[in-house]
């Protein structure tokens, strides 16, 4: 059931056409995001021989917005951030143990765009879109044209909510919410913040990595009225940074606006081969979120979806490069190290 996400930008980005004013507004930038192969290497003044194995005909298309290739080092073929969105010719290959649905959200699937998974919090797909294409998504494959389109089609979903008073928490996830305009997320998310037996709310998102410029005045407003206005809901939004070259002015910025409009700021990285595998890697990221405000939630052993394999390291590796932060970093600067087994109560804490 593979989902072509190719349409690219947001369903409801921005009101500028091809005439209106050249403002630089987070939808330009996903309008103008890089979405050709050849394009990407030519800004980064590589050649198809210094990359061989490159496969762009993909139906999970080649989207990196421009924010995020302006900081990728030119003329290094391995450049971290480079290797998470670079379409290889090793994700066609079936490797065993690699499926469609390795995390079990097929049989979570509630009512439209519900996951329910553990008992206390449910998990919304607000939309399918993202900023980026990250190549080792979990959700790559995920049958996004069954979840709600508009407010008014998540009306029959949210009753579901309504009928099950154990939770206590939403999260907003996809796709990525914030490809949502403000009005559209801000309404899906009220109401969800409304409900007595909800005592709080989440977002998942990868837009302040991305296009920080998502993160504008009205959405800090809107977030600061929900934490802070009569519904007094605290608001835990997981960022998504795997490499501490992600963190850089713009996110750092964007951060500490989030925080003073009342978020709380953690963030889920993926262990991942070529991109974030050393002890290195990862006590510079934990470091480098701890001192941006963010506490390192998560970090995730690759799930075991198709066209990811490459990326998959030795579960070993992980812990003992744990153990080793765990040595030297604060008890909240070091994630817990974690898997996703389909049937399990919760995440599966390895160490
Ligand atoms: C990961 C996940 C959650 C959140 O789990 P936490 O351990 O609370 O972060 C909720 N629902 C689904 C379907 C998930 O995959
Ligand atoms: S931002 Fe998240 S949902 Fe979107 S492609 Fe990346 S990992 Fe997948």
């Given at each position: 059931m593979e989902f072509d996400r190719s349409p690219g930008p947001a369903a409801d980005a921005g009101p500028a056409g091809p005439s209106a004013q050249p403002v630089a507004t987070w939808q330009t930038s996903l309008r103008q995001a890089v979405r050709s192969l050849d394009e990407l290497l030519g800004i980064l003044c590589l050649s198809r021989e210094e990359l061989p194995g490159l496969d762009a005909t993909s139906s999970f298309p080649l989207l990196v917005p421009r924010e995020y290739v302006q900081r990728m080092e030119v003329g290094?073929?391995?450049d971290p951030l480079l290797a998470q969105v670079l379409p290889r010719a090793e994700e066609n290959l079936q490797v065993?143990?690699?499926?469609?649905?390795a995390v079990g959200d097929g049989p979570s699937a509630r009512l439209p765009g519900i996951l329910h998974k553990y008992q206390s919090r449910a998990l919304l797909i607000a939309t399918g879109l993202c900023a980026v294409h990250c190549r080792y998504c979990f959700r790559r494959h995920y049958p996004y044209e069954d979840s709600p389109a508009s407010l008014a089609q998540w009306d029959e979903s949210l009753r579901y909510l309504e009928e099950?008073?154990?939770?206590?928490e939403v999260i907003l996830s996809g796709g990525d919410p914030?490809?949502?305009?403000n009005a559209k997320l801000f309404g899906l998310l009220g109401r969800v913040a409304s409900l007595s037996h909800v005592s709080r709310v989440r977002i998942h998102t990868r837009f302040p990595v991305m296009i920080p410029s998502r993160i504008d005045s009205d959405f800090l407003e809107r977030l600061e009225a929900i934490a802070f206005g009569t519904e007094g809901k605290p608001v835990w939004i997981v960022l998504h940074v795997n490499h501490a070259r992600e963190i850089v002015g713009p996110l750092v910025e964007v951060c500490q606006r989030l925080r003073r409009s009342g978020a709380i700021l953690l963030n889920q990285a993926v262990l991942l081969r070529g991109v974030n595998a050393t002890f290195e890697s990862q006590r510079d990221l934990c470091k480098g979120l701890a001192d941006a405000g963010v506490v390192p939630y998560y970090l995730h052993?690759?799930?075991?979806?198709?066209?990811?394999?490459?990326f998959e390291c030795d579960e070993q590796l992980g812990e003992s490069i744990v153990a080793r932060l765990r040595a030297e970093l604060s008890g909240y600067a070091t994630p817990r190290f974690v898997r996703e087994i389909a049937g399990e109560a919760s995440k599966t804490v390895i160490l």
């Amino acid at each position: 059931m593979e989902f072509d996400r190719s349409p690219g930008p947001a369903a409801d980005a921005g009101p500028a056409g091809p005439s209106a004013q050249p403002v630089a507004t987070w939808q330009t930038s996903l309008r103008q995001a890089v979405r050709s192969l050849d394009e990407l290497l030519g800004i980064l003044c590589l050649s198809r021989e210094e990359l061989p194995g490159l496969d762009a005909t993909s139906s999970f298309p080649l989207l990196v917005p421009r924010e995020y290739v302006q900081r990728m080092e030119v003329g290094n073929p391995r450049d971290p951030l480079l290797a998470q969105v670079l379409p290889r010719a090793e994700e066609n290959l079936q490797v065993d143990g690699f499926g469609l649905d390795a995390v079990g959200d097929g049989p979570s699937a509630r009512l439209p765009g519900i996951l329910h998974k553990y008992q206390s919090r449910a998990l919304l797909i607000a939309t399918g879109l993202c900023a980026v294409h990250c190549r080792y998504c979990f959700r790559r494959h995920y049958p996004y044209e069954d979840s709600p389109a508009s407010l008014a089609q998540w009306d029959e979903s949210l009753r579901y909510l309504e009928e099950n008073p154990q939770i206590d928490e939403v999260i907003l996830s996809g796709g990525d919410p914030l490809s949502l305009g403000n009005a559209k997320l801000f309404g899906l998310l009220g109401r969800v913040a409304s409900l007595s037996h909800v005592s709080r709310v989440r977002i998942h998102t990868r837009f302040p990595v991305m296009i920080p410029s998502r993160i504008d005045s009205d959405f800090l407003e809107r977030l600061e009225a929900i934490a802070f206005g009569t519904e007094g809901k605290p608001v835990w939004i997981v960022l998504h940074v795997n490499h501490a070259r992600e963190i850089v002015g713009p996110l750092v910025e964007v951060c500490q606006r989030l925080r003073r409009s009342g978020a709380i700021l953690l963030n889920q990285a993926v262990l991942l081969r070529g991109v974030n595998a050393t002890f290195e890697s990862q006590r510079d990221l934990c470091k480098g979120l701890a001192d941006a405000g963010v506490v390192p939630y998560y970090l995730h052993q690759l799930d075991r979806v198709a066209g990811t394999a490459h990326f998959e390291c030795d579960e070993q590796l992980g812990e003992s490069i744990v153990a080793r932060l765990r040595a030297e970093l604060s008890g909240y600067a070091t994630p817990r190290f974690v898997r996703e087994i389909a049937g399990e109560a919760s995440k599966t804490v390895i160490l």
